[in-house]
């Protein structure tokens, strides 16, 4: 038998077996034939990648390299802000580098790019796994592949873009230096603060030539490239500047692990806090705290990145409103800073800062903003910064929460007639923490309802109030109303946060106010209608804006229940008398903090919702300072300056609209006829007529209230006004007597505020600060 005969006859006999196998087995492709397909797609592969890395070139330096400026308009669409974004860039060579920063951004960016030709397919794998896991967005570029992204092709998030950046990096690795390869990334990166490369970023951050940075200080520039306004210490919010200095951790970790530097050097390395950020041309007066409004809006809201916006050539239309925001400049010059005297007053006088946002509640658009009084003098948005406690404004969050739940955890029904025992540091039961807040002046009320507290802004009320809503459900009311769920002072594990511990910044809360406004329909504030940007070759980039639907925070009867109490508050009797003024129909709400280092107004008429935050800060360490004393008054609350320059603004910005009343649809203010079980029985819950105690944020002629105790000398200073001191330690629920005065819940009052206080009483001493009590 032939060769050629005995191989047919072994075919044959492969065929016949195959025969004799079941369907689905012979359905099944042999061995031979899935391997000689995965060597013939194997093959194809190889092919097609080597076709496309010659085909694909290394092209020019993009349209990017020379940036544009960007343009930002008033919702007018014409009149224009300022005018950013041109590149601040000037290349340095890799010998200019100190070696410890280049490893630094080797650790930070790139750990395998000394060894890598261009791309890194292990880190790709892990960051597309990681992706797929859920963990977010992972990034598997090396050094390289940045590099080409930024020089050679664009921002944009798309598959032919990823596939030519993977070819390119691949022949740039083949054809130029490592040494090159890092200088170029090193030179085309973006760092924050409008710096384009290592050398612009070291004179922004620490006012020093690249060739003179030390360890500390290009470790930290390193640590920018990962996140560059978000990592910015200086300006960032507390947990962005824990993850700066985490990131920052891990850059100086790596360099010991890669035999960059020593354990023993590393340990000695301490952060090298850069310097106060320093303004950009033509961003003087208001135009730069408005431009990084409406820059953080775009980039939090992934509208467009950093790098891409300040590559500039946008034109940015935002929901500012020219008359508005002057406005609102106008009012604090003259209701605060005119009252200044910096000479004659040094120590109390200087460095008093107003934080201010005015929103339309129907909508969200951010028609003003106060950051501060010169950004070329003060490059630090006030407005937008999450670091003062607002005191007594989130009560109406309290009652809100109350409402939401109807009851009290063990039962008792929640409304805004409910009356709690208003006596001063008593102390809060079912907490779950000691929490014995004094009222301001260590005032006593007796027992008094929700709506009389509110008016008067009584500590030892809301504190119990609060924890009998839930404390959780309190900070879920705030969230959904809009206060950022990242603030601090937000933790429901906390006793003190019902009176106002959280941090959120103007205009988050006017925000959280708007939402009131608004009929318990909440709007994101957003400050940007448009955006676009025509390039070289004609082409416009218009990209997608976010939509801006409301979300329903809660039913429509419990914000306009809260909205009906908080015109209360604007009454003669009320903290926010001095807002009588504006001779509109009008809610808010007073906060003072504990130790007097911040003052706020929040409030609202239909149609415009506005928050004015007043604090001291050290120019040289940041550290906040009392403003005790402040305009020769010994005491500055939330009924005083705030709400001058909250009725002020809203007076020119409402000049010339008609008036609008608001449109409540209430229902639960029924009073309470229930009687609650006490621990103990007061000794006294009977109001005593006398002389009438001058509260904080209440108007020195308000109406009689009952008179504080000889012993409340020297006590601690928070909120409101007055009554004996009952023993029980729980809110007590009797009948009023006739001398305790309350506010109708129905009426409103037509008569204008009285004149303007001209003194303050003295501040009594200060509380624990972690527990701010607000008046």
Do not use: C
Not at 2 to 22: D, F, I, V
Request: hydrophobic share 35%.
């Amino acid at each position: 038998m032939t060769l050629s005969t005995r191989r047919q006859a072994k075919r044959a006999a492969r065929r016949e077996a195959r025969r004799a196998l079941p369907l689905w087995r012979r359905l099944l492709p042999t061995w031979r034939i899935t391997l000689g397909t995965l060597t013939a797609l194997l093959l194809l592969a190889v092919g097609a990648f080597a076709v496309l890395y010659v085909i694909v070139p290394v092209p020019d330096p993009n349209a990017h390299a020379v940036a544009q400026n960007n343009i930002y308009l008033y919702s007018d669409g014409t009149t224009e802000i300022a005018r950013t974004g041109a590149v601040n860039r000037t290349d340095v060579t890799i010998d200019q580098i100190p070696l410890q920063t280049q490893q630094a951004v080797v650790s930070a960016e790139d750990r395998t790019f000394y060894q890598n030709r261009g791309i890194d397919l292990k880190g790709m794998l892990r960051a597309g796994w990681n992706t797929l896991l859920g963990k977010g967005m992972q990034g598997g570029s090396t050094i390289t592949q940045q590099y080409v992204k930024n020089y050679y092709l664009t921002q944009d998030r798309t598959i032919e873009r990823k596939g030519r950046e993977l070819f390119i990096a691949l022949k740039v690795d083949q054809q130029r230096d490592k040494k090159d390869i890092l200088a170029g990334y090193l030179n085309s990166s973006y760092f924050g603060r409008g710096a384009y490369g290592i050398q612009s970023a070291a004179h922004a951050y620490y006012g020093e030539d690249v060739s003179r940075l030390t360890l500390g200080q290009g470790a930290y520039l390193a640590s920018l490239l990962q996140a560059p306004s978000l990592y910015d210490v200086k300006t960032a919010t507390p947990a962005n500047r824990e993850k700066a200095l985490a990131r920052w951790n891990y850059a100086l970790d790596g360099m010991v692990q890669l035999g960059f530097l020593s354990a023993a050097d590393r340990a000695a390395t301490t952060f090298p806090e850069p310097t106060d950020p320093q303004p950009a041309t033509g961003l003087a007066g208001q135009a730069g705290y408005l431009v990084g409004v409406a820059d953080d809006y775009l980039i939090s809201s992934g509208t467009i990145d950093a790098p891409t916006l300040k590559a500039g050539g946008w034109r940015i239309t935002t929901t500012f409103e020219k008359p508005k925001q002057d406005a609102l400049v106008q009012a604090v010059q003259n209701e605060l800073t005119d009252e200044l005297d910096p000479k004659a007053r040094p120590t109390t006088d200087t460095d008093v800062r107003v934080a201010g946002a005015s929103v339309d509640p129907a909508t969200g658009r951010v028609l003003a903003v106060y950051g501060g009084p010169d950004y070329a003098k003060q490059p630090y948005n006030d407005a937008l910064r999450q670091d003062n406690q607002i005191g007594s404004t989130f009560k109406p969050i309290d009652l809100a929460a109350g409402l939401i739940a109807q009851h009290t955890v063990d039962g008792r029904p929640i409304t805004t007639e409910t009356r709690y025992d208003g006596t001063s540091e008593r102390p809060v039961t079912g907490g779950p923490t000691p929490y014995a807040p004094p009222n301001e002046d260590d005032v006593n009320y007796g027992n008094i309802t929700l709506r009389y507290a509110m008016v008067k802004s009584v500590n030892s009320v809301y504190a119990q109030e609060g924890v009998d809503a839930g404390l959780a459900r309190v900070r879920e009311t705030a969230v959904k109303l809009g206060i950022p769920d990242s603030v601090r002072g937000m933790d429901p594990a906390n006793t003190s946060m019902t009176l106002g511990t959280a941090t959120p910044s103007a205009l988050d809360l006017a925000g959280a106010y708007a939402t009131f406004a608004n009929h318990g329909e909440a709007h994101t504030p957003w400050s940007v209608s448009k955006l676009e940007r025509v390039n070289p070759g004609g082409a416009v980039d218009v990209p997608k804006m976010p939509e801006h639907k409301a979300t329903t925070a809660m039913d429509r009867s419990i914000a306009d229940t809260v909205t009906d109490v908080l015109r209360d508050v604007v009454s003669p009797r009320g903290t926010g008398a001095a807002a009588l003024d504006l001779g509109r129909p009008a809610a808010g709400k007073t906060g003072t903090t504990d130790s007097n280092l911040s003052a706020w107004f929040a409030g609202f008429t239909p149609e415009l919702t506005t928050t004015i935050g007043l604090f001291r800060e050290n120019p040289k360490n940041h550290a906040k300072e009392p403003l005790s004393g402040t305009a020769g008054l010994a005491r500055i609350n939330g009924g005083t300056f705030p709400t001058r320059i909250w009725t002020a603004y809203m007076t020119a910005a409402l000049n010339g609209t008609p008036t609008r009343q608001f449109d409540l649809q209430t229902g639960h203010g029924t009073p309470n006829t229930g009687t609650w079980t006490a621990t103990a029985a007061p000794s006294s819950s009977t109001p005593s007529p006398g002389t009438t105690p001058t509260n904080g944020d209440t108007p020195s002629s308000a109406a009689p209230t009952p008179s504080a105790p000889a012993q409340a000398t020297g006590a601690p200073a928070t909120t409101d006004a007055p009554a004996p001191r009952p023993t029980a330690p729980s809110p007590q629920n009797p009948q009023p007597t006739a001398s305790q005065e309350q506010p109708a819940p129905t009426a409103r009052p037509t008569q204008t505020r009285p004149p303007r206080p001209t003194a303050q009483p003295t501040t009594a001493g200060p509380t624990d600060p972690a527990t701010p009590p607000a008046g």
